[in-house]
Antibody, heavy 119, light 112 residues
């Protein structure tokens, strides 16, 4: 059974970089699929942040592209999100998820981790 | 890119059917058969209910069905049950030349 688990600081200061990791169990990332990040501000809707293919190709939401970096570490079977120059507007629950093929929906999700941007 | 438009809320009695619309443009919903629907209960992660417009993942009841006409996709829940009360989000591929997704604004389904 494939499982995803997000981890990282729950509090980040404004202007700093938010860093999260998604550990994958039950499947080897290097074998395939797209792996993505999606966020949800408190009381609001979902927003796709970006995805990475198992080979390392990355795809980002155009509205966040200048601040986002997604990378994969196959040796640790995990992938990561970095979001720079954060503001209060980046406060959200961050989910990692798996997309089975290009353009497909996200079939498996992590439980999510809340990140608050505040000084 | 703008969020796809969904009604803020829909409601129905147990056993009834409800339909949630998801309106986009020819650059997203209307342009590709990559529309997915998610169910989210309070405090929980979203769950994939429909993918590729009308396909159901294993384990999702056949009470849930999806369709698309032009720039509008729809999710229908037949035989509404208490556990169907949740938020529902549509999502569409919006890439053209690169991978890109846009989500809907979300709909609260209330079982009366």
């Amino acid at each position: 059974q494939v499982q995803l688990q997000e981890s990282g600081p729950g509090l980040v200061k404004p202007s700093e970089t938010l860093s999260l990791t998604c550990a994958v169990s039950g499947y080897s990332i290097s074998s395939g699929y797209y792996w993505g990040w999606i966020r949800q501000p408190p009381g609001k809707g979902l927003e796709w942040i970006g995805s990475i293919y198992h080979s390392g190709s990355t795809y980002y939401n155009p509205s966040l592209k200048s601040r986002v970096t997604i990378s994969v570490d196959t040796s640790k079977n995990q992938f990561s999100l970095k979001l720079s120059s954060v503001t209060a507007a980046d406060t959200a629950v961050y989910y990692c998820a798996r997309q089975d093929y290009y353009g497909s929906g996200s079939s498996i999700w992590g439980q999510g981790t809340m990140v608050t941007v505040s000084s | 890119q703008s969020a796809l438009t969904q009604p803020r809320s829909v409601s129905g009695s147990p056993g009834q059917s409800v339909t949630i619309s998801c309106t986009g443009t020819s650059s997203d919903v209307g342009g590709y058969n990559y529309v997915s629907w998610y169910q989210q209960h309070p405090g929980k992660a979203p769950k994939l209910m429909i993918y590729d417009v009308s396909k159901r993942p294993s384990g999702v009841p056949d009470r849930f069905s999806g369709s698309k006409s032009g720039n509008t996709a729809s999710l229908t829940i037949s035989g509404l049950q208490a556990e169907d009360e949740a938020d529902y989000y549509c999502c569409s591929y919006a890439g053209s030349y690169t991978l890109n997704y846009v989500f809907g604004t979300g709909t609260k389904v209330t079982v009366l």
